[in-house]
């Protein structure tokens, strides 16, 4: 395989990143511009030194200067153009989480391009078929790089206006920092091994407890992202509001009431229309009974708007079901804490009796599953496991069809909760051609072994 789009970056240090829009595209782009109306950024991924206990500073990584890294948005059906710099001490990459793209644009090393090395950059340019909330992170030594700090939202705005007049974006990120802000360990085999090593203080948008300011009144878009490493947040909330669900993840649902709980896992997003209430008035944001933060109603001179519609349905290819092969996925734990060796992560889980070594660069020469390009694909989920995953495929969206636990009312999405022991079913038209990655996002599940590679040719 032949890796292109890698350059040497030379008398760039202390450039900053700066986020372009559709006039200035074209300085910075330096090859052929593909779409003028396009939105190009240049993204610089350094250490910077974040204050998020009060007082102490925490060598986080950051992408465009800030942990959680700058907001990318862009329309749908436009090209997103990056150009990513990196001056971190370690390589790393881009994946676009959720974004159906061309493989060589997906951003894991040594299947769709090389780590992009310190001082090196990497031209991410791709069209974005999906409208929703999306994110970014790397794929490489993930624990670590998304564990401190190098996670971002990416947001497609959809090609006409939704009715909603105001908009807040919530990354949901648990740090794993001490009381100083010195970083603890990312990863620990005994955590691993059951739900994943958590972090001890709750952020969102990168301040533990905020306080976020709407409109009094108005009907406001909240987009929730769980950027986390490891956390399923049983989001609520407490308060006099009336709220509905718009979209899980990447896409649109039918409009209803939020209700009591959503269990959001890692890389899972949710938006939702919140009424704000009278000003003065305080909405909880929380994860089971603990605050995250809030949403605080300000005096505001607008007058209130309606319930806006349901939002357009993204361009995904429906299964057909009738004639879709079946796929059995099985994920099971294989725990040997103990056997580690050193320098290489335990192997504590497997799909289908393999376990993913990140270690190996040739693990996405042998498939898990081989995919017929253009047919339909029912993949049946079945969790062996005393513990949640999220599983996400990269390069297609999947519908969720059935489960043996709960009621579901098909959706499309990048990412499915799969709940201790349950089994689902997922469909999909394998329409995009590549190796595309599977696995749980739990970050140390992943890298214990519970990923896959699919190939669709
Ligand atoms: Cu957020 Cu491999 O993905
Ligand atoms: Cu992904
Ligand atoms: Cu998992």
Redesign the pocket.
């Known amino acids: 395989m032949s890796f292109s789009r890698r350059r040497f970056l030379g008398g760039l240090a202390g450039v900053v990143a700066v986020g372009v829009g559709a006039g200035g595209a074209a300085r910075y782009w330096l090859g052929t511009p593909v779409d003028q109306a396009g939105v190009d950024y240049q993204l610089i991924a350094a250490p910077l030194d974040v204050e998020l206990v009060a007082g102490h500073q925490t060598p986080a990584w950051a992408f465009g200067g800030s942990a959680p890294g700058q907001e990318l948005r862009v329309r749908q059906g436009e090209w997103l153009r990056v150009r990513f710099i990196n001056q971190l001490p370690v390589e790393t990459t881009i994946?676009w989480?959720g974004i159906r793209l061309p493989l060589d644009m997906d951003g894991v090393p040594y299947v769709s391009q090389l780590p992009v090395k310190p001082g090196e950059y990497f031209d991410y340019r791709f069209r974005v078929p999906d409208a929703g909330s999306y994110w970014y992170?790397p794929?490489v030594a993930s624990s670590e790089e998304l564990g401190r700090g190098l996670v971002g939202p990416l947001i497609v705005e959809e090609r006409e206006p939704t009715g909603f007049a105001h908009e807040a974006v919530l990354n949901l990120k648990n740090w794993h920092v001490d009381e100083e802000g010195a970083f603890l360990p990312f990863s620990i085999p005994r955590e691993a091994a059951r739900n994943g090593t958590l972090g001890r203080l709750s952020t969102i948008n990168g301040v533990h407890r905020a306080t976020i300011n709407l409109p009094a009144g108005q009907i406001v878009r909240v987009r929730i992202l769980n950027l986390d490493n490891t956390a399923t947040y049983r989001l609520n909330f407490r308060g006099d509001a009336e709220m509905r669900l718009y979209a899980l993840d990447g896409n649109p649902i039918e409009p209803r009431a939020f209700g009591k709980d959503y269990w959001m896992g890692p890389?899972m997003r949710v938006c939702l229309a919140v009424k704000m209430p009278p000003a003065g008035e305080e909405i909880a944001i929380r994860d089971g009974p603990v605050r995250l933060g809030t949403l605080r109603s300000v005096p505001a001179e607008a007058a209130a708007t309606d319930w806006p519609p349901a939002l357009p349905a993204n361009p995904i290819a429906e299964p057909d079901l009738a004639n879709a092969e079946k796929l059995n996925f099985n994920f099971e734990w294989v725990g040997e804490v103990s056997d580690t060796t050193e320098g290489k992560p335990p192997s504590l889980w497997q799909i289908n009796g393999i376990a993913w070594d990140i270690t190996d660069k040739t693990c996405a020469d042998r498939p898990i599953a081989k995919l017929q390009l253009g047919k339909s694909y029912v993949l049946e989920l079945k969790n062996m496991t005393q513990y949640q995953h999220p599983i996400?495929l990269?390069g297609m969206s999947f519908k969720v069809i059935a489960s043996n636990r709960r009621k579901i009312v098909p959706y499309f999405t990048d990412t499915f909760l799969l709940g201790k022991n349950e089994r689902a079913q997922v469909a999909l038209v394998a329409d995009n051609p590549g190796i595309w990655?599977f696995?749980c996002?739990v970050i140390d599940h992943m890298e214990t072994g519970l990923m896959a590679a699919i190939e669709v040719a």
């Open positions: 994946h989480h992170h794929h890389g996400h990269h990655m696995h996002h």
